[in-house]
C-alpha cells in the first residue's frame, strides 16, 4: 500500500513539472518581444558607466528586477485566483503597451520633433561623459538616478512578462502557475542580466586582447569593439521588431474578427501560413502603436495648451 502511494505520489510530481516545463517553454516563447527588448534596454541603460562599475550597476538593477517580480508574481497570483477575468483585459492592455513603446521607438528615431525626449541622446552621453571624467561628482550618487530608473522601466518589462505568462496559463492549476511564474521570473532574470553583464564587458575584453603581443589575439579584439556598437544596434531594432509582433499578437488573438482574419490568411498562404500570421500580427501591432501614440501625443497637447 505505501509503495502504492509513492508511486502515485511520483506520478503526480512528474505531471506537474511536465505541465511546469511546457508553460514555462510557452510563457517563454510569447514574453519573447519583451525579453528582446528588456536586454537591449538594460544593455544601454549600462552604457555610459564607468568600466569598473558596470557590474555593480548591472548587479543594483537585477537585485531590483528581483524585488520587482517578487512583488509581481503573487499579486498575478492573487488576480488569477479571486478575479480570472481581469487576466484577459489585462493581457490586451499588455499588448497594446507593447505597440506603443514599438512606435514610441521607431517616431523618436525618424521624427523626434512629434515626441522629443527630456534628453536626448547625445545630450545624455555627453553628461555621462562628463561625470565619469570629473573626480569631484560622486559617481555612485550619480549612478543612483540611473539604477532607479532602470528598475522602474524593468517594473513595466516584468508586469508585462508576468501577465503575458498567465494569459498562457489560464487553464492550468494555482500550484501550477505559481511554480511556472516563479521559474520563469527566475531564469529570464538571469539570463536578461546575465547577458546584459556580458554585452556590457565585451569591449574591456576587446580592448584587453588589442594589447597582446599576438597579432591574432589583437586581431580578435579588434573586431570585438567593432561588434559592440552593432550587436547594441541588433537588440535595439530585433526588440522594437518583436514588440510589434508579440503585441500584435496578443490583440489579435483577443479580438475575434482579426482572430479570423489571421487564420484565414494562414491557411490561404499554405506552407507560408506561419509566416503570414507572424507578418499579419505585426503590421496589426504596428498600426495599434501608432494609433494609440498619436492619441497620446494629442492628449498631450491637449494638456498644454490648457496650461497655457
Avoid at 28 to 39: C, I, M, S, W
Wanted: glycine share 10%.
Amino acid at each position: 500500500m505505501a509503495n502504492g502511494n509513492l508511486l502515485i505520489l511520483i506520478d503526480d510530481i512528474s505531471m506537474i513539472l511536465d505541465d511546469v516545463a511546457m508553460m514555462t517553454k510557452l510563457a517563454a516563447k510569447k514574453t519573447a518581444g519583451v525579453l528582446g527588448d528588456d536586454l537591449a534596454l538594460n544593455a544601454q541603460q549600462v552604457a555610459g558607466v564607468r568600466a569598473d562599475r558596470e557590474l555593480a550597476v548591472v548587479w543594483a538593477v537585477a537585485k531590483g528586477s528581483f524585488i520587482n517580480k517578487l512583488i509581481l508574481v503573487p499579486v498575478a497570483l492573487i488576480i488569477s485566483d479571486v478575479a480570472a477575468w481581469l487576466i484577459t483585459p489585462l493581457l490586451m492592455i499588455g499588448g497594446l503597451f507593447l505597440c506603443f513603446e514599438g512606435a514610441e521607438k521607431i517616431v523618436h528615431k525618424f521624427a523626434p520633433q512629434l515626441l522629443p525626449h527630456d534628453l536626448d541622446d547625445d545630450e545624455a552621453h555627453h553628461k555621462r561623459l562628463m561625470a565619469n571624467a570629473n573626480e569631484s561628482v560622486d559617481l555612485v550618487a550619480f549612478e543612483k538616478a540611473k539604477i532607479k530608473g532602470a528598475i522602474r522601466t524593468d517594473f513595466i518589462l516584468s508586469a508585462e512578462i508576468v501577465v503575458i505568462s498567465l494569459g498562457v496559463m489560464t487553464a492550468s492549476t494555482l500550484q501550477t502557475k505559481a511554480i511556472s511564474l516563479t521559474a520563469i521570473a527566475i531564469l529570464m532574470t538571469i539570463g536578461v542580466y546575465g547577458l546584459v553583464a556580458l554585452i556590457v564587458k565585451i569591449d574591456d575584453i576587446g580592448l584587453k586582447l588589442t594589447h597582446s603581443p599576438n597579432q591574432g589575439v589583437q586581431k580578435l579584439g579588434s573586431a570585438l569593439l567593432n561588434f559592440t556598437p552593432k550587436l547594441m544596434s541588433f537588440l535595439s531594432i530585433a526588440g522594437t521588431f518583436a514588440m510589434f509582433l508579440v503585441g500584435g499578437g496578443i490583440l489579435v488573438h483577443g479580438i475575434d474578427i482579426l482572430h479570423h482574419q489571421a487564420k484565414d490568411l494562414a491557411l490561404l498562404s499554405g506552407v507560408l501560413g506561419g509566416l503570414t500570421e507572424s507578418l499579419y500580427n505585426g503590421m496589426i501591432g504596428l498600426i495599434a502603436g501608432l494609433i494609440s501614440l498619436m492619441f497620446y501625443i494629442g492628449v498631450k497637447k491637449l494638456k498644454g495648451k490648457a496650461t497655457c
